[in-house]
């Protein structure tokens, strides 16, 4: 077994070669003009697959873009992608809802901004889908539509620099939605106790074979795994070392683990700015896509006021911890949605997504 200090050397020695690699692979150059190409806003009157495309650049759970999307005449049906389910982390389907509405949120702000007025009705109770009819409006371009190639989950150390109260209301007020709620929590101590929740559930996480091989499937170590794919998480976009696929088993193996992800939440939450818990007001398909919504608004208001965010969802994620944090909410009959941390810091590597003609069905 290698000492702690031949681990650590070795560390830096792949991160070393990571950097390395990041600047100097000619894939990566490659990777990146395919990013600008697809992260472009919306022609002044775009086709119904421009918007899907745009639509797509909304977050989603492991980059895993869990939607089809079916087109019909003026109205765009946004479907889940049942293929396309992590069945460990989310077992009922909750991120992949979450997933869709944020999805809907980007199509319905983007048409907005081309002049197309839009409305959306979530059909079915299970496999539900989101159908949004689009209609002749008035062009409105907002500061969020402009944020959506910009928007990204940046899963990086913040600068641990405090958002002001005028922001944080403005960042509160754009999440508005009917049937969620948002709760912001910039104190220390406050954060702490999330803190003390996230890294239960990921030690939980991270004690579960399934849940490590799940992540370990939609892992991309080297430009061309993630050009080859266009999904998943892709390690430049983590702000991880970039290597050869081969390499990328060996090197997840050995610095995986369950003490040094705690370590990294411990260092993401306490130099983060705050944290905002997103609680739809039932359990069900609709409400999580009400709940994806929200979400999207509030990270492309946060992108428009150049603040980060990134997903700590391990307290929702795991049913025990969740209940626990459901309590320490002040809702134990509720079921917490997201929890996401914001904060300033550069950033990152842009993921990618799949083909617009790969998603019509």
Request: proline letters at 7%; charged letters at 20%; a negative charge.
């Amino acid at each position: 077994m290698l000492s702690r200090r031949a681990l650590v050397v070795s560390g830096l020695s792949v991160a070393a070669f990571g950097a390395i690699g990041y600047r100097l692979w000619p894939s990566l150059d490659v990777y990146q003009e395919e990013v600008s190409r697809q992260r472009q806003l919306l022609s002044a009157d775009p086709t119904i697959a421009e918007l899907i495309r745009i639509a797509t650049l909304a977050a989603n759970g492991h980059n895993t873009q869990p939607w089809k999307f079916r087109v019909d005449d003026t109205t765009v049906t946004i479907l889940p992608d049942l293929a396309r389910r992590t069945e460990v982390v989310d077992p009922d389907d909750h991120h992949l809802y979450v997933s869709l509405g944020c999805a809907a949120e980007n199509l319905v702000i983007s048409a907005r901004a081309r002049g197309r007025a839009s409305e959306v009705r979530v059909n079915g109770s299970s496999d539900a889908t989101v159908e949004i009819a689009l209609q002749s409006g008035t062009a409105q371009a907002s500061p969020l539509y402009s944020a959506i190639p910009l928007r990204q989950s940046t899963r990086s150390s913040y600068d641990g620099q405090p958002v002001s109260p005028t922001d944080l209301e403005v960042l509160k007020s754009t999440a508005k939605e009917e049937g969620v709620s948002v709760e912001i929590f910039t104190e220390p101590r406050d954060r702490e106790a999330v803190l003390e929740l996230v890294v239960a559930g990921n030690s939980a996480q991270m004690d579960d074979p399934a849940f490590v091989a799940e992540l370990r499937q939609w892992l991309r170590f080297s430009p061309s795994q993630a050009m080859t794919a266009k999904d998943g998480l892709f390690s430049a976009c983590s702000g991880n070392p970039v290597v050869p696929g081969w390499m990328g088993g060996p090197v997840f193996n050995m610095f995986f683990t369950k003490s040094s992800e705690n370590d990294k939440y411990r260092d993401h939450i306490r130099s983060s700015a705050g944290i905002a818990v997103f609680v739809g007001d039932r359990e069900d398909p609709e409400h999580w896509i009400k709940v994806g919504r929200s979400f999207q608004r509030f990270a492309l208001q946060a992108t428009a006021l150049g603040i980060r965010n990134a997903h700590i969802n391990q307290p929702v994620e795991v049913p025990s911890v969740r209940a626990e944090f459901a309590r320490w909410l002040g809702v134990p009959d509720a079921r917490p949605d997201l929890v996401v941390r914001f904060g300033y810091a550069p950033p990152l590597p842009m993921s990618l997504r799949r083909p617009v003609d790969e998603l019509i069905v």
